[in-house]
């Protein structure tokens, strides 16, 4: 899993804030909390893998690669609500088209937390909505 450690951050209800707003995909699917739950363990599994990609591209000095990997999580991180997240994705896009590979290696510690913390809010299986 590329070194990334979920779990590791506190949840951010803790913290005073919400990492995902639910209510952006409540509006698209109704309220339905279950597939609600299901849509966000693909994105968190997608944002773990883009992640990786992440790494390895700035571990190969491959700006490109890191920079379609950034441009990819941010707009996932928007759809899902997960304003944050797109937020540092967003600013680690623009770090690898201006071949700042010091800011995009840097920026991958800022990137983990954010996505420890969106991970905190994800429901794992056999904990989603409606299941006990």
Known sequence: MSGLTIGA???????????????????????????????????????????????????????????SAAHRLRGAAQSMGARGLAEVAGILNAAAHARNGTACRDGLSVLETHICLVAAEIPSAGTRSGEH
């Open 9 to 67: 951050v506190a949840p951010p209800e803790s913290l005073g804030f919400r990492a995902i707003d639910r209510s952006v995909l409540g509006e698209w699917l109704a309220g339905d909390d279950a597939v609600i739950d299901e849509m966000l363990a693909v994105f968190r599994d997608s944002v773990i893998a883009e992640h990786g990609r992440m790494r390895d591209a700035v571990a190969r000095d491959d700006l490109n690669d890191y920079a």
